[in-house]
């Protein structure tokens, strides 16, 4: 019978309370000899970011994949020992830069804890405000598209009947219907049995010669052709917008996380740049152009 879910029952067995005084440590995972007890999967939580560490105990599967991955990484140790890599030169030299780069990144993490309560609700709300203010100036197109598929580089008889079937979209672009067109004429697979229908697509989605071609043009304009690396392409507009923004309850939380991840940014390199100052470096250019020269020969 299945027990109960990986991670109600994890969280029992990773209780600080439960582990003190547990007289016996359960084994929650293992493959072949390697085994992942309580305390080896608490502390191996214990290494990971809250965010990731707080993910990882409300999903069974994100768990479930931890574990998993915890192991194999046992497993792929373990061969690499077998195999003598850690008395590598190339090997070692790597692992004292990973430590040494470790070490740096806990240093600077130390450096630029973020006072409790921050970012304040006007700053998320200001920074919510600015979001809409710059998504009013970002379009969605609602495009419809006839594709005939000839990329840079084909063929002499690609480009040939290529050209050809170009020719006969033009030729019936303007009194033709458009979603007929496509049906009859177009490549591109996911659209040509709507009706050439793409749906809405954000600006920064389109190539730039398709953004091109649509400056200044309005519903029910026809362009093209427009020739890309793909092929030839034949658009009608159905209808601009703006970006529509999700409400402030809705992206609260990831504002919030964001303007954190910023502050943390600028508090390290703020940290970063003094500690450089105090360090004194000085870089002989002359000697480092002429090293340069020498190692590239």
Do not use: C, W
Request: glycine share 6%.
């Amino acid at each position: 019978m299945r027990q109960t879910s990986i991670t109600m029952l994890l969280l029992g067995l990773l209780s600080f309370g439960s582990l003190a005084h547990a007289a016996e440590s359960a084994i929650v995972a293992k493959s072949g000899a390697a085994t992942l007890r309580r305390e080896d999967l608490q502390a191996l939580l214990a290494t990971l970011p809250a965010e990731t560490r707080l993910a990882a105990l409300a999903d069974d599967a994100t768990l479930e994949q931890l574990l998993r991955s915890e192991l194999l990484r046992s497993a792929l140790v373990a061969k690499a020992r077998a195999a003598g890599l850690e008395n590598d030169a190339a090997v070692k030299a790597a692992l004292d830069r990973a430590r040494d780069e470790l070490v740096v990144r806990v240093l600077v993490e130390q450096q630029v804890k973020l006072p409790a309560g921050y970012p304040a609700e006007a700053d998320i709300k200001a920074a919510y405000a600015a979001g809409v203010t710059a998504a009013a100036k970002v379009s969605e197109y609602h495009l419809a598209q006839v594709f005939v598929a000839l990329p840079d580089g084909a063929p002499a008889d690609k480009v040939t009947s290529g050209l050809a079937k170009v020719g006969a979209v033009q030729a019936r672009l303007q009194k033709a219907d458009f979603a007929q067109l496509a049906k009859e004429f177009s490549e591109h697979a996911d659209s040509a049995g709507k009706g050439g229908d793409l749906g809405f697509l954000e600006e920064s989605r389109l190539l730039p010669e398709v953004r091109a071609a649509l400056v200044g043009a309005k519903p029910g304009s026809l362009i093209g052709p427009v020739k890309t690396a793909q092929g030839v392409h034949f658009f009608k507009l159905l209808e601009r917008r703006a970006v529509a923004v999700p409400a402030l309850e809705t992206l609260h939380d990831q504002i919030a996380d964001a303007l954190r991840q910023q502050q943390r940014s600028l508090l390290a390199k703020a940290y970063l740049d003094q500690a450089a100052r105090e360090a004194g470096i000085t870089v002989n250019q002359i000697e480092l152009s002429q090293f340069r020269t020498e190692a590239a020969k």
